[in-house]
Structure formats: structure tokens, C-alpha cells
Nanobody, 121 residues
Framework: HVQLVESGGGSVQAGGSLRLSCEVI????????MGWFRQAPGKEREGVAS????????YYADSVTGRFTISKDNTKNNLHLQLNSLKPEDTAMYYCAADLRFCRDIRSPTYWGQGTQVTVS
């Protein structure tokens, strides 16, 4: 049984930072691609960032490029997302995801976490 457990969400003022983490439980092999998604109220879920676990290549949505950084622990299947220079429009539920079918396009994951809320005021 695969579980993705997010942590690190919270409330911050505009310009602040947060670090999200995701613990992956139950996967024997490291997923080829992992990522973060978000969903704001009334909007569709969107891909935020992804990373190839093999060579570490990363991809970002235009709206977060230069502000967010995705990373992965090499010894564990743990994923992180550093959020800097946060804006009110970054307010959303953030979801960890694993085994993305389309890594460069940040979409179609197989596994989802339950989400962690980020609120920027």
C-alpha cells in the first residue's frame, strides 16, 4: 500500500517562505518522476514542479519559476518543495505526487498525497 504524506504547510505573509516535505511509504523502487501539484478554491489542480529521480532534472510551471525549488533526498524517497517570495495567488492545497507519466509537462501521476494547505496573506 503506497502512501505519500505531506507536511510543512501553513500561513505566511506575502514575501515569506515555506518548505514542504513529502514522505513516500510503500514503494520498493524509487519512482522515475515525482512532483508537486496545487489546487486553489474554484480552480483546477495544476502541476507546480517535477523532478526526474535519476538525473535530477527539474521542471517548473511558469508561475513559480525562480521562486520555488523542488528537491529529493537521494537516500530516501522523500521529496521537498521550497517556496520563496510567496504571493497571495500561491494560496492553495499542495499535493505531493509520484510516478508521473509526463514529467516534463508535470502531469498524470499514479500516486497522490492527501495535501497540505498553504495560505499567503
Amino acid at each position: 500500500h503506497v502512501q505519500l504524506v505531506e507536511s510543512g504547510g501553513g500561513s505566511v505573509q506575502a514575501g515569506g517562505s515555506l518548505r514542504l516535505s513529502c514522505e513516500v511509504i510503500g514503494l520498493v523502487d524509487s519512482p522515475r518522476c515525482m512532483g508537486w501539484f496545487r489546487q486553489a478554491p474554484g480552480k483546477e489542480r495544476e502541476g507546480v514542479a517535477s523532478i526526474y529521480t535519476g538525473d535530477g532534472s527539474t521542471y517548473y510551471a511558469d508561475s513559480v519559476t525562480g521562486r520555488f525549488t523542488i528537491s529529493k533526498d537521494n537516500t530516501k524517497n522523500n521529496l521537498h518543495l521550497q517556496l520563496n517570495s510567496l504571493k497571495p495567488e500561491d494560496t492553495a492545497m499542495y499535493y505531493c505526487a509520484a510516478d508521473l507519466r509526463f514529467c516534463r509537462d508535470i502531469r498524470s501521476p499514479t500516486y497522490w498525497g492527501q495535501g497540505t494547505q498553504v495560505t499567503v496573506s
